[in-house]
């Protein structure tokens, strides 16, 4: 039990296009879903946090107008990285967390996104 | 603010060495503890995860201790093996927040 998909897993677009990411928790219902990014050979870095039905709340240093999250039921959250840059390049990782299990944070896979 | 920090960076151990890796974290207010691996080019495989209320938990080679008070934690990883290879990631939750993560630790079993 407990998983969450990505979709999808690798993206390569143009500089100056949106990118849409979907996260799904498959076998759970996820009031909370969680969107990070990771550049390569560090860590997982926040960059905002969605509850089911109301706004993201945002780290800071993080824009809201271009990374757009929208949390539209219990089992989907998107992230859209809009006009698209080089500097975007990074892998996004997503996670849902669940009441059950001690409240555990479940990762999805992960998105490799390329902004050529 | 909460922050937490790995070490050593990197390890290189021959295979069937006993090894700990070590994670600390700033504000020792926390919920829960997790411990993950993740391979290159992947996403993150849950290892254990330790409730603010315990003190270690055991999964196959694996043992994670949890010293709240001091802000340490441990990764003990018994009679290791090549196929142990990979960065492994100490994260920390406070109640109401997401996990915050250290930066890893990478590991490398050589046969």
């Known amino acids: 039990g407990a998983v969450v998909s990505q979709h999808p897993s690798r993206v390569i677009c143009k500089s100056g296009t949106s990118v849409k990411i979907e996260c799904r928790s498959l076998d759970f219902q996820a009031t909370t879903m969680f969107w990070y990014r990771q550049f390569p050979k560090k860590s997982l870095m926040l960059m905002a946090t969605?509850?089911?039905?109301?706004?993201?709340?945002?780290e800071q240093g993080v824009e809201k107008d271009k990374f757009l999250i929208n949390h539209a039921s219990l089992t989907l959250s998107t992230l859209t990285v809009t006009s698209a840059h080089p500097e975007d390049s990074s892998f996004y990782i997503c996670?849902?967390?669940?009441?059950?299990?001690?409240?555990?944070?479940?990762f999805g896979p992960g998105t490799r996104l390329t902004v050529l | 603010k909460q922050e937490v920090t790995q070490i050593p960076a990197a390890l290189s151990v021959p295979e069937g060495e006993n090894l700990v890796l070590n994670c600390s974290f700033t504000d020792s207010a926390i919920y829960n503890l997790q411990w993950f691996r993740q391979d290159p080019g992947k996403g993150l495989t849950s290892l254990l995860l330790i409730q603010s209320s315990q003190r270690e938990q055991t999964s196959g080679r694996l043992n994670a201790s949890l010293d709240k008070s001091s802000g340490r934690s441990t990764l003990y990883i018994a009679a290791s093996q090549p196929g142990d290879s990979a960065t492994y990631l100490c994260a920390v939750r406070q109640a109401g927040t997401a996990l915050i993560f250290g930066k890893g630790t990478t590991l490398s079993v050589s046969s």
């Open positions: 996670s849902a967390k669940t009441l059950f299990n001690g409240d555990e944070q479940f």
């Open positions: 969605s509850n089911e039905g109301s706004k993201a709340t945002y």
